[in-house]
Nanobody, 119 residues
């Protein structure tokens, strides 16, 4: 079991920056991947950024603007969001993946933090 708590959301003007934090607790040593997704009203949940091993990956919509990083000593993952656009407005959710077999995993989600970007 992993518990995830996000923080750092808020209201920002277009072009501004925010940094989201996700503190993990529980079986953190079992986490195989950790990342961020977002959910906007009326839209499908979108994977924004993921950190797996020593590599990272991003949705095309945020490449060059968002950066995911991890502080393993603090069991915390961050999402630095720069050059924010109104279309980035959404609830941002942290998630963690724990592999349970060769082809299976369990996923854990935080409660989410609201990001609103005004034009």
């Amino acid at each position: 079991q992993v518990q995830l708590v996000e923080s750092g959301g808020g209201l920002v003007q277009a072009g501004g920056s925010l940094r989201l934090s996700c503190a993990a607790s529980g079986s953190t040593s079992s986490i195989t991947a950790i990342g961020w997704s977002r959910q906007a009203p009326g839209k499908q949940r979108e994977l924004v950024a993921i950190s797996r091993g020593g590599s990272t990956d991003y949705a095309d919509s945020v490449k060059g603007r968002f950066t995911i990083s991890r502080d393993n000593a603090k069991n915390t993952v961050y999402l630095q969001m720069d050059s924010l656009k109104p279309e980035d407005s959404a609830v941002y959710l942290c998630y963690a993946e724990i592999s349970t077999g060769r082809y299976t995993s369990n996923y854990y989600w935080g409660q989410g933090t609201q990001v609103t970007v005004s034009s």
